[in-house]
């Protein structure tokens, strides 16, 4: 059995229940040392195996051979498995034991929502999510995406912003989002959501890049109605009130 675990952005307190029951009925739990940090609250007297970022295939590996020896083994992955997380890459590699192993994918608050709920309400209306990382995606395949939310006047939510290798990817985005949105359209910017550390900015499309972005740190691009009041960002439903 393996459950893969949505440990979500961060505190515990924002873990579901079904979450962290399935951590408690796992024989051993394994992630990446971050998320296994997060938690750890939850993992005395665990067995933990827990691999450095980039070994996503390993911890997957590992986590299908302790299930096919019997035990029930928790796979973490941060905000939700399913969203750049986890999820995929463990049912692709256990695929040929479908059989034999089962899987539970358990759901988290992923760090749009997060970041979302913490800035105020800035995707009530139709968003969409880019991750920035060109680890495993084209660079001109996200550029594309980004041209294609930019005219549909999405609400962009963007993962993966920014990284040491990468700099000057979020400045490229920006600077594509600019040929659709008018420069003034609100950003919201949060970095470690719902975590202890959170921090909260609201600025523009055209200042975006002058707030400190990390790889903790979620970008929340309004559509051409978001606006900010009272230091909330809000994207109207369309009620009238
Ligand atoms: N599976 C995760 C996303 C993994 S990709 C989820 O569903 O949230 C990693 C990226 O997610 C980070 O670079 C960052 O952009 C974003 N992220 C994850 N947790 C975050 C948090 N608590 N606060 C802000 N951004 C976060």
Redesign the pocket.
Known sequence: MIYVI?TG??LEDYMSLRAIEAVKDSDIIIGYKTYINQIKGLLKDKEVYSAGMKKEIDRCKKALEYALQGKKVGLV?????G???MAGIMQEIALEHSKKVQIEVIP?I???N??AASLGAPIMHDYTVI?LSDLLTEWSLIEKRLECAGQGDFVIA????KSNGRREHIQKARDILLEYKDKNIPVGI??????EKEEIEITTLEKMCESEIN????IIIGNSKTYVANGRMITPRGYKY
């Open positions: 949505g952005p961060g992955s941060g905000g939700d498995a969203v750049y997380g988290g992923t760090a749009a997060a970041a991750s963007l993962y993966n912003p949060v970095r470690n959501a719902k975590r790889m903790s740190t979620m």
